[in-house]
């Protein structure tokens, strides 16, 4: 996708999905992370508080959103460790 709706963060990370593609933007709350995901054309889907699996995640460093994301898990990679990120109940 090369245009990125307006309302979506200037940070937010395209996925290419087979079923429906997505845009997805994470930013820190304390100990957990808020984790926006957008549809291709900017509608919000989902917009929830995540825990991640592993404490060592750097917001600050880079990272990339991948499969399989969606509004109760999310995957980042970052210096080739894989981040699971899971919803808050």
Not at 6 to 20: C, D, P, S
Not at 23 to 41: D, H, L, P, T, V
Request: aromatic share 16%.
């Amino acid at each position: 996708m090369d245009i990125k709706p307006k309302n979506i963060e200037n940070e937010a990370q395209f996925i290419y999905g087979v079923g429906a593609s997505a845009w997805f933007y994470i930013s820190k709350e304390g100990k957990k992370y808020r984790i926006k995901r957008y549809s291709a054309s900017g509608e919000l889907e989902c917009n929830k508080l995540f825990h991640v699996n592993d404490t060592s995640f750097d917001i600050t460093k880079a990272y990339k959103f991948t499969y399989l994301s969606h509004c109760k898990r999310c995957v980042v990679i970052q210096a080739k460790i894989k981040f699971i990120f899971e919803a808050e109940r």
